[in-house]
């Protein structure tokens, strides 16, 4: 079987997860959905953030110190839409929801069940996605019993900036 089909057939079979990252940095604001993401140390904690580089949210990041990493409920799904299904570069995203600035700056969605602040500690090349290593420096879970928004949920949804 040929790598890349295998590789494919693979990943189709993933369901995991997904997460509204926010960013605050020089006056500008901005968030996008993200499905590469995933816990990547305990000790120390870090969490690894996939940003596609065209994104309205990448530019944002690139001069950033902290991302906010959001789970978002399933019965809020259309938060997590808004998140994937738009561009900031059209749309100011955060005008359409409820949120208000966390640790460091950073816009805090009020919908979310959980989330935490993390640091910048390393970016790094990941293809067509640039690498953000994160460390938390806050965060709070309101709601630990809803089923977050899975990739199963959103897969058909086309995203709002071309990749
Ligand atoms: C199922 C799904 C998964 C996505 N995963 C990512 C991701 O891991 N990283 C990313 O940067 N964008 C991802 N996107 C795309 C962005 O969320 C989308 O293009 C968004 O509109 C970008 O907004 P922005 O231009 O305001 O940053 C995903 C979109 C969907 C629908």
């Known amino acids: 079987m040929n790598t890349n089909s295998a ?3 693979f990943v189709d079979l ?3 997860p997904m997460f509204v990252v ?3 940095a020089d006056g500008r604001m901005g968030g996008c959905l993200v499905g590469f993401a995933t816990q990547a140390s305990i000790d120390p904690p870090t969490f690894l953030v996939g940003l596609s580089r065209q994104n309205h949210t990448t530019t944002i990041a690139r001069t950033a110190t902290h991302l906010a990493v ?3 409920p399933r019965q809020q799904l259309a938060l997590a839409e808004l998140f994937g299904g738009e561009t900031g570069d059209a749309v100011d ?3 359409r929801c409820d949120w208000q600035p966390g ?4 816009p805090i969605l009020q919908s979310a069940m959980a989330w935490f602040v993390g640091k910048i500690v390393q970016r790094f090349e990941m293809g067509d996605h640039a ?3 994160l460390m938390p420096v806050g965060g709070s879970t309101s ?3 809803s089923r977050p928004v899975f990739f199963a949920d959103v897969k058909d949804l086309n995203p709002g900036h071309g990749p």
Do not use: I
Request: net charge negative.
């Open 7 to 9: 590789f494919d057939d």
């Open 14 to 16: 993933l369901d995991y």
């Open 22 to 24: 926010t960013v605050q």
């Open 70 to 72: 959001h789970l978002v």
């Open 93 to 95: 995203k955060l005008a």
């Open 103 to 106: 640790p460091e700056g950073a």
């Open 131 to 133: 690498g953000h290593l």
């Open 143 to 145: 709601d630990a019993e």
